[in-house]
């Protein structure tokens, strides 16, 4: 017998079994509510105040093993398990042989008292079980359980039922949010939601989904960042806002990229990046401190330090250092060229010193940068909406935060120069411009012409932070619902 025709049989025993009920009066379907008062953590974890007491319980039936007039069975709530314990004297004749029906994944409430066995198991004794919901689908088996990972992200309810380290991962992602929204609010931030649905691309290098309005007749995109409305706000008069929303970049997908992801900036007025930068520390401390009491992590065997400070470098010391060729002593393109030639670096036509730099720091850098590293001022070329530093025009107040040899956040001292911004504009639209995927945001600009304060603005990769602090090894692991390839 194949398993298609297998799993099919076992359905349609469980769809007997469900007409029997509702034949007898007893749709599980049918039932509205049921007023629980008690988990199983809770219960175990304040065995000796519960004991003896009556408590009211609901969840998935994980196990359930039978002897005669008496049987045993796991219940599985939010929280995690605890053993059920079931017999005819105690709830009846009738709700007993109802109970003996049940299968294993189905949903029931139990009303019981709090006992530990003679084997030292914390459990409920029933009084009552009700049948809550049927399930139609047996689970996977037990001793291999859901280890497919194509699977297990199509059928993340299933993955759900049956690990409990995934709902562990997604409680503790809830947490992580919590904290990081507690920091901010703590520190004055407002958190504020703006547009998913743009007008016109908003950052030239990425490239986002396109989608239509029919009732305006226009073409929109998805939004690839939420930075430059978030800016408005700050021009606004809002000093300190920030916010966590979907987002969309319509590129590859790997260990740490998925096209929909949660972006999370923030931006504080009259302040730079040396602020943000103790923003970010902050975070990640505190973070750290509530998930990793001792300061250290391991992510994937590695040992990442979170309590003490975060290394400080420049982007050409950091070349330097691990390519062994000083950007301060290359002054022109054309040296840039060489340099990239020399090391058989690949490079476009267009490209400029500052392109090069990052193309050896991609190259050369970032792997080696496993412990917390600010990597700090930034060549002018690829950050367009940087202030520039005051010892090099070519340079702006710009870091990028490392874990792991990953970029965690991106951070600027903003620029605040409507006519800086618009030069900076066109030139990304001068690259773009065969694309066709960047046009300038002459509503962003228009609003600094009215006056921007200094500020300092930060976004964080809120995905890849919880993948560090739940050891979870690719980004479709911390995502309830990652994209899919549909099945044929």
């Not at 609901?58 to 796991?74: N, Q, T, Y």
């Not at 943000?276 to 509530?290: H, I, P």
Request: charged share 30%; aromatic share 10%.
């Amino acid at each position: 017998m194949d398993r298609n025709t297998a799993i099919s049989e076992q359905q349609q025993i469980r769809m007997d079994k469900l007409s029997a009920l509702v034949e007898e009066g007893c749709d599980p379907f049918a039932i509205k509510t049921y007023d629980q008062n008690a988990h199983s953590v809770e219960i175990k974890e304040n065995f000796e105040k519960l004991e003896g007491t009556t408590v009211r319980i609901a969840g998935r039936i994980m196990s359930k093993r039978g002897m005669g007039k008496a049987a045993f069975c796991h219940l599985s709530d939010r929280y995690g398990d605890i053993q059920i314990y079931v017999r005819q004297d105690m709830v009846g004749e009738e709700n007993y042989a109802r109970f003996k029906k049940t299968d294993i994944a189905d949903i029931v409430g139990v009303e019981g008292e709090v006992f530990r066995t003679n084997a030292g198991e914390i459990t409920v004794r029933a009084t009552n079980v009700t049948l809550l919901a049927k399930s139609l689908h047996p689970l996977p088996e037990k001793f291999h359980g859901l280890k497919d990972p194509d699977l297990r992200y199509r059928m993340r309810y299933l993955d759900l039922i049956m690990n409990q380290d995934v709902r562990d991962t997604f409680v503790k992602r809830a947490k992580i949010i919590g904290i990081l929204r507690r920091v901010l609010e703590e520190r004055g931030f407002m958190e504020v939601d703006t547009p998913v649905l743009q007008n016109k691309p908003t950052n030239a290098a990425a490239r986002p989904f396109h989608t239509h309005h029919n009732a305006l007749d226009i073409d929109m995109v998805l939004r690839v960042e939420q930075e430059l409305h978030l800016k408005q706000l700050i021009i606004g008069g809002f000093e300190r806002v920030y916010e966590m929303g979907r987002v969309f970049r319509n590129e590859g997908m790997d260990q740490r990229h998925n096209p929909e992801y949660t972006g999370f900036e923030m931006y504080q007025a009259y302040t730079d990046y040396h602020g943000m930068m103790e923003l970010c520390e902050t975070m990640f401390r505190t973070v750290g401190a509530e998930l990793c009491p001792d300061g250290k992590l391991v992510y994937q065997g590695k040992e990442i330090d979170i309590a003490s400070p975060f290394k400080r470098i420049t982007m050409i010391d950091a070349v330097k250092e691990y390519s062994g060729v000083d950007f301060n002593t290359i002054q022109t393109d054309e040296e840039a060229k060489r340099a990239a030639d020399e090391h058989e670096l690949h490079y476009e036509k267009e490209h400029k010193r500052g392109d090069i730099i990052n193309l050896f720091f991609e190259e050369y850098v970032e792997k080696n940068l496993i412990q917390p590293t600010f990597v700090c001022d930034y060549p002018v070329e690829i950050s367009p909406l940087a202030k520039r530093t005051s010892y090099d025009p070519r340079l702006v107040e710009r870091f990028e935060v490392f874990i792991n040899g990953w970029e965690f956040g991106n951070a600027f001292t903003e620029l605040n120069d409507p006519i800086d911004q618009r030069g900076r504009f066109i030139e990304q639209a001068k690259k773009k411009a065969v694309e066709g995927e960047f046009e300038i945001d002459e509503d962003f600009v228009t609003a600094m012409e009215y006056g921007m304060p200094p500020t300092g603005g930060m976004g964080i990769g809120l995905d890849r932070f919880v993948m560090l602090f739940t050891d979870s090894a690719s980004i479709r692991d911390v995502l309830c619902f990652p994209t899919m390839k549909p099945l044929e």
